[in-house]
């Protein structure tokens, strides 16, 4: 089993699969790694609710529906590792194959991100139509939220890499 994930979109999804076949249930029996996810759940649930008061998930809804926008474009999905991916299994979420819209990113499903770890761009951006419209103190309590959600990440990232490359080493 390869150390690093793969580059294609395709192969990294496997690779996470395969990670997540292989190591799974031994990462969930770590009490750092369910802390760590744990952590992570919270933070997520944080700015998505940061998100929905504040008006911005009905903004992209209208956006992507009524518009024919969308900021989730065709290749974001390139953007994401292999770790994050496997993170995502470890959170429960089935990583989609198959897009849902030709024209957007594979990750995005019905109800917006199908992913619940999401790429530091995805968390983070936000366009001209919400930074226009939407109050500058929600935005902050957003960007605050979403603060807490990227170190989440990052740490439980870092614990998970450095957990599977000690038992893969062994």
Excluded at 32 to 49: K, W
């Amino acid at each position: 089993m390869a150390e690093n994930p793969p580059e294609g979109t395709e192969d990294k999804i496997a690779w996470a699969e395969q990670m997540f076949e292989l190591f799974g249930r031994r990462l969930l029996d770590q009490s750092s790694i369910v802390d760590l996810l744990e952590r992570l759940r919270g933070a997520i649930q944080a700015s998505h609710q940061a998100m929905a008061s504040s008006g911005i998930i009905e903004i992209c809804r209208t956006c992507d529906q009524d518009e024919g926008g969308s900021c989730c474009g065709i290749g974001l999905e390139r953007k994401y590792d292999g770790w994050i991916l496997l993170i995502n299994l470890l959170l429960g979420v089935k990583v989609p194959r198959k897009k849902l819209y030709d024209k957007s990113c594979l990750f995005l499903g019905g109800d917006g991100c199908s992913l619940l770890a999401r790429h530091v761009i995805c968390v983070n951006y936000l366009c001209q139509k919400i930074t226009r419209h939407i109050d500058p103190a929600s935005i902050k309590a957003l960007r605050d939220k979403e603060g807490e959600e990227l170190n989440a990440l990052f740490f439980l990232h870092e614990e998970i890499k450095m957990t599977v490359r000690r038992w893969q080493a062994q």
